[in-house]
């Protein structure tokens, strides 16, 4: 369950945390500094999909977002409903 803490255009929600399993404030994150923790080449694919406005068309398309957790620094895609769709560091 997500709980919106202003308006539409806010770029804030209170979500469960994966990692540290607590009802935290997320922000929503550009792409850079999402892939930021993939290397710096993808730092840089990241900064021009924000530069250029590719990331915001994917996210409209793909329905997702990349939020961290204030607490604990997660990273994870969400849905627009919330719905976690992947932990970024999951694999690694």
């Known amino acids: 369950m997500t709980m919106l803490l202003g308006g539409s255009s806010n770029n804030s929600n209170v979500f469960a945390c994966p990692r540290c399993f607590e009802k935290t404030r997320h922000i929503k994150i550009s792409y850079q500094e999402a892939f930021s923790e993939m290397g710096n080449a993808a730092r840089v694919i990241g900064g021009i999909s924000d530069i250029t406005g590719i990331g915001k068309i994917s996210s409209l398309i793909s329905n997702c977002h990349y939020w961290k957790c204030t607490k604990c620094a997660t990273i994870t895609i969400r849905k627009s ?9 999951e694999f690694e």
Not at 81 to 89: A, H, S, V
């Open 81 to 89: 409903d919330g719905t976690i769709r992947r932990i970024l560091d």
